[in-house]
């Protein structure tokens, strides 16, 4: 059995988080649980939003997928997993969990789910990403809020149009 430790933060400018997550990892890679068994581990860096929407983790999750023998995939908390449970990976890694050939662990959430785990832990799960998806949409929200308070007060809210000069006042 593999134990594939997984950080992942959302943008480069998070990336000093990245050592934090890894410690925490790899400290629960040494419990008496998971000691003796071999481990991977990756981090990267990339949004869930936008263009290049998770090609990294998308690309561990096939990697993951095509492993001969069962593996337990953990990762620090559950937001590091996933905000959204729409996605195609999210789906992909419950179908996994569902055919037993992987377990998730989230120590940091003292959270581990299998095939068997009980309703309370699989909505402990739910509730972990819904809370996770509130979060970055109320991010979202205060930078629109901002946006909007300073193109009231006449502030770009980036570069200024061409033929204009960057300035800062204050």
Known sequence: MLVILIA???????????????????????????????????????????????????????????????????????????????QEEVKTMSDLVRQDKIEMHFPSDNLYITKDSPAADLFRLGIGMVLAKYYSDSIRDNVLRRFQQMLNDGIWTGAAPVGYLNKNIG
């Open 8 to 86: 992942r933060v959302s943008d480069k400018n998070q990336r000093k988080a990245l050592p934090a997550q890894k410690l925490r990892l790899e400290n629960y890679s040494k419990t008496e649980k998971l000691k003796k068994l071999p481990f991977e581990y990756y981090e990267f860096d990339e949004s869930a939003h936008g263009v290049d929407v998770r090609k990294k983790f998308l690309k561990l999750v096939e990697h993951i997928k095509s492993q001969k023998s069962r593996c337990i995939v953990v990762h620090d908390k559950i937001d590091r997993f996933t905000r959204d449970s729409s």
